[in-house]
């Protein structure tokens, strides 16, 4: 009791000298899972726009809405999230986001069909449904080996190129209400895919509640997410904005699973948007997959990580801090010599660090994108005009800022050709790097 107390202390002492201590519970905001209080600041990021918000020019002179971009972690799930401040139909309903436009995570979609499809003998007598399926830049694996396929995408921009590609889609939010539907119309899955969704997902036990549902009695899930081990120890605080509303460690994500009747029996540790988890899920009823090594493995590691004590959570934000500083001093001495910067991607996690840092045109001239659906628009918050990747060769930087950080091997190949006039390319998270 006496070292709880002390505990108690410490996080309190830590949070006050912040000023946000006790936000979360004085606004009566509660755990979306375990519907706790949100007592604890993990980290706070000010005050920012929707991080994929684009600005057409007509916008420029019109009001935009910031949001308080404050981070929470739950006591007793530990559960890490953030206020929903905007619904995801707000968020989703026309999104600017191309899944196909990056090669590597193509690739990894190759990859990953091939690998699954050869573990668990997949061929046309079986379905696959992925949620939150983009431009289907994943089912069109599944499609070239005859494999049947419904993609569920909310965003209906970019469900109309994977419905012009002859994959099937379902322009909807996922939870239990469609899950019913198509389950009641014979359409459950044999396998069901979630990339990069579950953090998107406000209503968390609706959407797990509907795996459940659609998943066939031997079926699998598979979902990938950014790891929070990994967010914590590389200081990814650029991952932070208010379309991701949670983020997880495997100790988390296994409660919210077993929660729902869905037991975790493997997972994967993979390099992709800098360290994610890959889990396999199945009915708790169904013995047909062991539970295997590597989940006690990871949970081990987490645990020896602090996963579950609340100080490891709340001193995240001084390391936040240290970051914006030796970013700020590389800019500051890069303007001061005379020296060109520009960006490479209008990723939403550029947009976190640039609001967060206060930085805008008069540190970085334009950023550039391939995917047309940005180009000849701005960055929320800062305004940066988004332009094609060949305005580089024109105006020869001095610096490329890359701001899609995880796919710094892809991008430096692209653009190799800047070492021509012996521009320098620059990635900024863990903290500033220049290559």
């Known amino acids: 009791m ?8 410490e996080i309190d002492n830590v949070q006050a000298a912040s000023g946000r201590q006790g936000l979360g519970c004085d606004k009566g905001l509660r755990c979306r899972f375990c519907d706790s209080p949100l007592r604890h600041v993990f980290v706070d990021l000010g005050m920012s726009p929707l991080s994929n918000a684009y600005l057409k020019p007509a916008d420029l002179a019109r ?5 308080p971009l404050v981070v929470f972690v739950c006591e007793k799930c530990f559960l890490v999230q953030l206020e929903e401040f905007e619904s995801p139909g707000h968020i989703f309903s026309d999104y600017s986001y191309f899944s196909s436009f990056s090669d590597s995570w193509v690739e990894h979609a190759k990859v990953y069909t091939h690998m699954i499809v050869e573990r668990f003998g997949m061929d046309r007598s079986h379905r696959v449904v992925e949620i939150a399926s983009n431009d289907g830049y994943l089912l069109q694996h599944f499609v070239a080996r005859e494999i049947p396929v419904l993609g569920i995408e909310p965003a209906a921009n970019v469900a109309e190129a994977a419905i012009q590609k002859e994959i099937p889609t379902i322009v909807e939010f996922f939870g239990e209400s469609l899950a019913r539907r198509l389950a009641a119309e014979g359409a459950g899955a044999d ?8 953090a998107h997902v406000p209503q968390l036990n609706d959407f797990v509640k509907g795996l459940k549902i659609l998943l066939k009695p031997e079926g699998i899930i598979t979902l990938e997410f950014p790891h929070l081990m990994r967010l914590m120890e590389e200081n ?33 540790e993979l390099s992709t948007h800098g360290g994610s988890l890959r ?22 590691r987490e645990n020896a990580a602090g996963v579950t004590d609340l100080k490891t959570y709340v001193t995240f934000g001084e390391k936040v801090k ?23 991607g209008a990723p939403a996690k550029g947009n976190t660090l640039l609001n967060y840092c206060g930085v805008r045109t008069d540190f970085i001239d ?8 940005k180009q000849s628009h701005f960055l929320p918050g800062t305004h940066i005009p988004i332009h094609h990747p060949d305005r580089i ?43």
Do not use: C
């Not at 009001?63 to 949001?67: I, K, N, V």
């Not at 396998?191 to 579950?198: D, H, P, Q």
């Open 2 to 9: 006496i070292r709880g107390n002390i505990v108690r202390t």
């Open 63 to 67: 009001m935009e809405p910031f949001y």
């Open 191 to 198: 396998l069901i895919v979630g990339n990069n969704v579950l």
């Open 236 to 268: 990814q605080f650029d991952t932070i904005y208010h379309e991701h509303f949670s983020y997880f460690s495997l100790h988390a994500v296994r409660q919210v699973m077993a929660a729902h009747g869905l037991t975790l029996f493997d997972v994967e």
């Open 279 to 300: 889990i396999y899920a199945r009915h708790q009823e169904d013995r047909s997959s062991a539970i295997a090594g590597r989940v006690a493995d990871l949970a081990a």
């Open 322 to 344: 240290h970051t914006k500083r030796k970013f700020l001093d590389f800019l500051i001495a890069a303007k001061n010599e005379g020296k060109s910067v520009v960006g490479y």
């Open 366 to 373: 334009y950023t550039v994108d391939r995917s047309p659906h």
């Open 393 to 435: 060769k024109k105006t020869r930087p001095d610096y490329v800022l890359i701001l899609p950080w995880n796919l710094t091997e892809e991008i430096t190949s692209q653009m190799s050709y800047i070492r021509d006039w012996n521009g320098r390319f620059v990635v900024p998270i863990p903290e500033v790097k220049v290559l």
